[in-house]
T-cell receptor, first 113, second 112 residues
């Protein structure tokens, strides 16, 4: 299994600002994913973070709002830009090697005021 | 794309009872079905999974069954304990793809 560390674990931010969330994995993985989980809701995939190329975004999510970096096979960042209260959610990093098990970080609980 | 429906949204049981959560999926190409448990303030944790070449899988008090014809799969928890209280998510993955599609979750409450 993979051990995933996310930072920060929680934050309260002012609207209009940006927050960068870090995801560190204890082993090299091909696939890293970013999910959003709104209060009391399920997990929605934001994008797949590709090493060495641009992230692949799901419908409804755009790079200008959620820029992603993937500089190597163990690390990725997700930035939530120009935040509004609607961006208040839990953001989760996940890794999956091919079609094996997927593992999740503990999440970043973001509150925008 | 894949669509996963999960029922019930909440489930309350007495300690020692069994709990069953059901999911249906839409894409017959899906071949991997994991179940996750999410406790308050934590990320989802994989508790059991099943692939389409197997009809049932068991791990101590937890079991998952899969009916490919009907496109549904279920999580069974026996002898429930208060520490089983959490939100449970089912998910499905289409063959050859790494992304997972999640159900909306079931909040399980086990009362002592």
């Amino acid at each position: 299994s993979a051990v995933i560390s996310q930072k920060p674990s929680r934050d309260i931010c002012q609207r209009g600002t940006s927050l960068t969330i870090q995801c560190q994995v204890d082993s090299q993985v091909t696939m890293m994913f970013w999910y959003r989980q709104q209060p009391g809701q399920s997990l929605t995939l934001i994008a797949t973070a590709n090493q060495g190329s641009e992230a692949t975004y799901e419908s409804g999510f755009v790079i200008d709002k959620f820029p992603i970096s993937r500089p190597n096979l163990t690390f990725s960042t997700l930035t939530v830009s120009n935040m509004s209260p609607e961006d208040s959610s839990i953001y989760l990093c996940s890794v999956r090697e091919g079609t094996t098990e997927a593992f999740f970080g503990q999440g970043t609980r973001l509150t925008v005021v | 794309g894949e669509n996963v429906e999960q029922h019930p949204s909440t489930l309350s049981v007495q300690e020692g009872d069994s709990a069953v959560i059901k999911c249906t999926y839409s894409d017959s190409a899906s071949n991997y079905f994991p179940w996750y448990k999410q406790e308050l303030g934590k990320g989802p944790q994989l508790i059991i999974d099943i692939r389409s070449n197997v009809g049932e899988k068991k791990d101590q008090r937890i079991a998952v069954t899969l009916n490919k014809t009907a496109k549904h799969f279920s999580l069974h928890i026996t002898e429930t304990q208060p520490e089983d209280s959490a939100v449970y998510f089912c998910a499905a993955s289409i063959s050859g793809y790494s992304t997972l599609t999640f159900g909306k979750g079931t909040m399980l409450l086990v009362s002592p």
